[in-house]
């Protein structure tokens, strides 16, 4: 076959993949850098369930294959929420809302876990509300810009329950108080209060979201992927770690970091007074 036909085929088959996505619960598009990951349920306030979960980890596995994304980001379809949480209908219809008896682990752990491990950059997108598992994300990510509209809130005592899965990435983020309070109260946060406690890095209005997020995408698009890369390896590790700890692993890293590609290009860029061509190696 031509080289051109072959080329051609690869092409219409991304195009025919891409396409065949739309009617998917989770969309997977690359541009540039950014690959964006978004829950397109906007029928169902972009609500959690399981193959929800299951398809963002497939997204970010994805994006973590592809040399070309250098971002990752999450959003949710439309304009009024970003993710409700799970799915509570699925769950009074008797549905795996909750947990799986047959299944270890819950959906929405797998789904923290994956972007705890992520070693790309991840930016939350928060386009309406983040409640529940939605605040779960927002807080599991590296990155958060925030429309001036939305709310990030823990309503699950109101139905008689706790939000045991998504204590962990919130307990990283929030003050100790100020999460017990949204927990016990069922309170959620202004975008506003959002930023005061630091759950998100920045509150735009609606028309000005997508800016911030290119801003920020381009920002680290220009960074070196590969002092990223082991920058997120390293900070994770060190999260659960004494200091001592801490310091002998970033001992131990500096030097690995020093030794790469990415580093002595760096380098060279600064004493040449030229911009680094990254190779990410």
């Given at each position: ?20 996505m739309?009617?998917?619960?989770v ?9 964006r ?21 497939a ?9 070309e ?14 993710c ?21 682990g819950?959906?929405a ?27 779960g ?13 939305a ?6 005592v ?12 919130m ?32 509150v ?25 890369r ?9 999260a ?13 890293l ?25 190779t990410?190696?």
């Amino acid at each position: 076959m031509p080289v051109g036909s072959e080329r051609k085929t690869a092409e219409t088959r991304v195009k025919e993949e891409m396409h065949s996505m739309d009617s998917e619960a989770v969309l997977v598009r690359r541009e540039a850098n950014e690959t964006r990951i978004t829950i397109n349920r906007p029928d169902r306030r972009n609500a959690l369930n399981r193959e929800v979960a299951e398809q963002i980890i497939a997204g970010i596995a994805q994006a973590e294959a592809d040399p070309e994304c250098r971002v990752i980001v999450l959003t949710g379809a439309g304009d009024q929420a970003f993710c409700a949480g799970g799915d509570i209908k699925a769950g009074a219809d008797g549905g795996p809302f909750i947990l799986d008896p047959a299944q270890p682990g819950h959906f929405a752990g797998q789904l923290f876990e994956a972007l705890d491990v992520c070693r790309k950059p991840t930016i939350a997108r928060v386009n309406g509300a983040a409640v529940g598992g939605g605040a779960g994300i927002v807080c599991a990510c590296d990155l958060a810009v925030m429309a001036d509209h939305a709310r990030i809130g823990t309503p699950e005592v109101k139905i008689g329950l706790f939000p045991m899965t998504i204590i962990p990435p919130m307990m990283r983020v929030l003050p100790r108080r100020k999460l017990v309070e949204m927990f016990l109260t069922g309170v959620p946060l202004t975008a506003e209060e959002a930023l005061r406690y630091n759950v998100v890095n920045y509150v735009t209005d609606a028309a000005g979201l997508d800016a911030k997020v290119a801003e920020l995408v381009a920002l680290i698009s220009a960074q070196s992927p590969t002092a990223i890369r082991l920058g997120k390896y390293g900070y994770q590790a060190m999260a659960d770690m004494t200091f001592p700890q801490q310091m002998r692993l970033g001992e131990t890293l500096l030097p690995r970091v020093a030794q790469t590609e990415d580093a002595r290009e760096g380098f060279a860029a600064f004493i040449e007074k030229r911009k680094p061509n990254w190779t990410g190696r």
